[in-house]
């Protein structure tokens, strides 16, 4: 029996990092939001990562009838209370913009201050009436802001995330790297039971 899961975002790169985690399996097919263009993404009105994850699980369970992960990922500063948090995405127009508020507003912030985390909750749904969200699971990545930009790999404030498990910035790290050890990564594999579980479940069961 062939399942199907959508995977809630139009990111390919966040489709081939599940679809690793999953494994090569001829009884599932992975879909994401691409596959469904009539749908709108719904809006990020949760207070929480956890919040956001489930409300997109929700959503594409609902409207696509499939079971569905979603996940709400963004950057904690402690120096800056937290922020921008579930903001991040929307802390200024462009990656680059980003970054540039953000060191301008850590300016004088001393490097035993600097700490911070890449936070992930991923989510499990499945349809029905109504959808109801399964798993919530969370990933995180320790760290700091370094003081200036460093590496080309990754995208939004990775070129200013020092990894203190790793001693560089996130941005140096080669993606094969970064895919094992991301707090997106570690979300999905804290999730990954749930979804063998179901993968391995008879639909009538």
Known sequence: MTRELVLATTNLGKLRELEKLLGQSSALILRSA???PSLTAPEETGTTFEDNAKLKALYYAEKTGLPCVADDSGLMVDALGGRPGVYSSRYAPTDSERIAKLLEEMRDVPDHLRTARFVCAAAFALPGTPPKI???ERGVLEGS???EPRGSHGFGFDPVFFVTELGCNLAEVLPDIKNTLSHRARAFQRLLP?????L????NA
Do not use: G, K, M
Not at 194 to 198: D, G, R, S
């Open 34 to 36: 691409l596959d469904f």
């Open 145 to 147: 802001i370094a003081r």
């Open 134 to 136: 399964v798993a919530v």
């Open 194 to 198: 749930t979804l063998l579980e179901w």
């Open 200 to 203: 391995h479940t008879p639909e």
